[in-house]
């Protein structure tokens, strides 16, 4: 095995292959890096102009003048950005400003809209301060914030007026734009709540005529009736038994008025038979016109029954009972007298019995048999009593007729009030369908309504430009300085570049060679027999050697032994 064929690789093989190889690696060093000093000095110069815009924070607290703009602001950016650096917009400022002028000749509009939106962008600001003092840090994350304080827009081209000029321009269409289209947000979300808000005040009418015509068709059914129903429907019970009562009441009056009415009645026959005997026993004995003193006269039944008339209408009217019965007495009374007067001429004796009596029991003649029936004070006060008795028990009869057709009309009030009760359970469920749907629409209605109110503000604050905006605070300079290309940055990467090729060309080389440079190249354990020193022989009779050491050559090194 030859230890040769794979020698390690150690610092001190390198050092010997640089050093070997000096003068060709500095030689393309320098030529690499003096080519690559004169290209990167001859390309153009960029030249970067930015307009910083802050970001004015609303002027009316949010918690009482809400923002219908509720967006980030890095999205809002990122919008505005697309409407801005569209093609049109940017082919608009390529032609309004003359920019590429050269470029149009080789390239087309759409190469140039694309050069230029690589030319152009945005960079976020946090933690800027206005003032005197302004301390602000760039870039385009958060850096820990949520939003950032301002923002700038760039743009960048060989002409620094140009440069300004269209940076300035873009930042003028950020602050139009934002205005545009947060009065657009506003005015949009204010016309879609007034669409919503009249669909949901349509649907609330709707719920609201539903309930009416059902409270108007279930009128007596509804829930919040119940407690009513029940108390008139306790009011009724309550008038039923009172009537009940007033009816037991009057039927036990009625027993007690008949069994009056019955003695009474055979009172007065009693006494009308002892008249009418004792009447016929003075009309028997025959008390003629011959000696004695004659007895008074008996009063005429008429004139009687005229004075209890009198008597009754001091304190009834004509209208009572008794009164139209004392009257009917009389009529009838005085049709028997004129007929008694038409039939006995003769004028009877003071004794005679007077005719009277209008009871129904007598005849036409008022005479049972042939003899009349006195009316004696004691049967007129027994007849006065029967027909007050008589007249009580027909108040009696009315009263129960009265009172039961009241009961009668009280049982079928009840009987619907009850069924009004036995209707509430699926009233109060199709009710209560019906007020869950109408309060769904109420409270959609009244949120609606609190969102338009807001919207109207927010709105009315945008017009008002009080709510956030964009605000210009350092406009767009001429820079003096390039931001590109960075020369020294350049050079820098160059030189290394070129060092690092010239390198690989001088191991190259070295490799190419296969030459055994020193022991230290040998594996660990590998005997050496001798060390030979540096030979220098004469160049002219020998020539330049590879085997040669040179005078810098530390020790003395082995030959390369094949």
Known sequence: MNPTDHPEFSPYSIARMIWKQKWLILIIFVVLTATSIVIVQRLPPVYEAAAVILVDSQKIPSSMVPSTVTAGLQDRLANLAQQIFSSTRLQTLIEQDGLYRDERKSHSMEDLVEEMRENLGIHLIHGIVTGANTARGTGSSGGGRGNPDAFSVFFRDSNPATAALVANQLANLFIEENLRARERYASDTSSFIDQQLDDAKKSLDQQEAKVSQF?????????????????????????????????????????????????????????????????????????????????????????????????????????????????????????????????????????????????????????????????????????????????????????????????????????????????????????????????????????????????????????????????????????????APNRPLYDGASAIIAFGLALAVGFVLEFRKNLFLGEWELPNGMPILGRVPAITLPLALNGPSEYSQGENTPGPQPLRIT
Not at 305 to 330: C, I, N, S, W
Not at 453 to 466: G, L
Request: no cysteine; aromatic share 2%.
């Open 215 to 483: 409270k108007l068709q279930h009128s007596g059914e509804l829930p919040e009736q119940e407690n009513a129903l029940i108390a008139v429907e306790g009011r009724l019970q309550a008038e039923l038994q009172s009537s009940q009562d007033a009816i037991d009441r009057a039927q036990q009056n009625k027993v007690l008025y008949q069994n009056s009415l019955s003695m009474t009645e055979a009172s007065l026959a009693s006494l009308e038979r002892a008249a009418r005997q004792a009447a016929a026993e003075d009309a028997a004995s025959g008390s003629g016109g011959t000696g004695g003193s004659t007895a008074a006269p008996a009063p005429k039944a008429s004139d009687v029954l005229k004075g209890q008339l009198q008597a009754l209408r001091l304190h009834y009217t004509d209208d009572f009972p008794e009164v139209k019965r004392v009257k009917r007495e009389l009529a009838e009374v005085e049709a028997l007298e004129k007929k008694q007067a038409a039939a006995n001429p003769p004028v009877q004796s003071a004794n005679s019995p007077v005719p009277g009596g209008s009871r129904p029991d007598l005849n036409e003649a008022g005479l049972i048999g042939s003899t009349p029936t006195p009316l004696t004070p004691e049967i007129l006060k027994e007849r006065d009593q029967v027909g007050s008795l008589k007249n009580q028990l027909t108040a009696l009869d009315m009263e129960i007729q009265r009172r039961t057709a009241e009961q009668d009309s009280v049982r079928k009030q009840m009987a619907k009030y009850q069924s009004h009760l036995d209707q509430l359970p699926v009233s109060q469920q199709d009710l209560a369908k019906l007020t869950r749907d109408y309060e769904i629409s109420r409270q959609n209605y009244q949120s609606l309504l609190n969102h338009k109110f807001t919207a109207d503000m927010s709105t009315d604050m945008e017009m008002r430009q009080q709510s956030e905006r964009f605000t210009l605070i350092e406009a767009a300079t001429a820079p003096e300085l390039p931001a």
